[in-house]
């Protein structure tokens, strides 16, 4: 196991300084107070903080929460794992917290740590709720420090610009410089005394940051890091008042709930994204990623219908779109198109749309070739034509290790056990060999 991707459970008992065998004591200890017996061990401590490990019963997470001192409400609203210490809902919108916000975000990166966790899926859909009925909250206070100077805040801008524009295998290079930056523009907004316009323009260059930063850490599987980092964005965002960035906020958010199976509440994000974006392009995308969405959940006549809307407003764009999804093309939208039909079981057209989008796409989004490509990998699998698949899938890994992107090299993973019945094929054997070598 990886020592660096530590599950909720691990997390928590970080926090409150607990081993595995101190948690499984104070189990039993809870128990005991309500007149009942629990053999809990550090061995089913380990099972449970394992990836894609066993969920506690209903009544061993309520002894759990007795040692933590969690509500018992918690447990029901938020479900496991959500509800453990460590993994913070994030803060309200509209209540003046966007610095803490996006200072926040930066002290869950230090930690280091990758997660298997982003937001809650109840507080993912109050968030964006949130976002779709709150007016922008320009708040203003009483800051320390001087003013700053109109040229450096115009010299940040271009350059924070051209480092969130790189192509994705260059970018992996810059995260160091991504943090700095960052630290400096919420410094600005920390401990200067600027002038509205020149607040706007740093909340737009945080949430810039915030939302390229969180694409790193996403990429890397910190979920939690990630999302607390595009929690920040959609802060930062709605009080400049920029609904473009917020509504790319929520794509992002919506985009990583889908990645972890959780179909339902990336739906109504979208939706509430979509009411506040009128950009044809960006509507595109939205309705694309709800496609994605209803696909999974197996609502078929829906997502065809979200499909239709994703192909008509890409069709009609007309107007320079919005930074964040300036790269959305036919490409994009043939591949997730066929992703779709996967999730529906029709595989055939679903092969014609994702080839066709892969020869498409340009060789700069390399990232999401590699994503593509595994999805032209699974449905070649699925068809029978091994040889091809896994040639496909080792492109993918190749690409994916590349890039550092082991998200990517993960989803590859995750076709194992459907190649390993195939193992006499030599391309089966290499890409195994390759995987096993990672």
Sequence with gaps: MDESFLHPLAVARSLYGLSQTDLAEGIRAAARRRDRRAGTTKQQISVWERPQGRVPDAWYQQLIADVFAVDADDITELGWPYWLPGNTVPLPLGTGATITALREAQRRAMLNRRTLLGIAPAALTGLAQQWATLD???????????????????????????????????????????????????GLLENARNDQPTTTRLHILAASLAQTIGWTRFDNEDHHGAAAYWSAALHASHQAGDTDRGAGVLADLAYQSIWQGHATPAIDVIDHALTRTHDSTARSLLHLRKARALAMNGE???????????????????????????????????????????????????????????????????????????????????????????????????????????????????????????????????????????
Aim: charged content about 15%; hydrophobic content about 40%; glycine content about 4%.
């Design 136 to 186: 922008p909250a320009l708040i203003t206070s009483a800051a320390q420090g001087h003013s700053a100077a109109p040229e450096f805040v115009s010299w940040l801008e271009t350059t924070v610009q051209h480092l969130t524009s790189m192509a994705t295998a260059d970018r992996q290079h810059t995260l160091r410089l991504l943090d700095s930056y960052y630290d400096t523009v919420v």
């Design 300 to 438: 078929a006549r829906a997502c065809r219908r979200a499909l239709d809307a994703a192909e008509h407003s890409l069709a009609t764009a007309t107007a320079t779109p919005p930074a964040w999804c300036a790269w959305m093309s036919p490409a994009d939208l043939a591949v997730d198109s066929g992703r779709c039909l996967i999730e529906l079981g029709e595989t055939r057209p679903a092969l014609h749309q994702i080839t066709q989008g892969v020869n498409l796409l340009p060789d700069a989004r390399a990232k999401t070739r590699a994503v593509f490509l595994t999805y032209q990998a699974e449905t070649l699998l699925r068809q029978g034509e091994v040889d091809h698949s896994a040639a496909t899938a080792h492109e993918a890994l190749l690409l994916a290790q590349r890039m550092g992107a082991s998200r990517c090299t993960r989803q590859i993973g995750a076709l194992t056990p459907q190649y390993q019945l195939h193992g006499h094929y030599p391309g089966v054997q290499q890409l195994l060999f390759t995987l096993e070598a990672a």
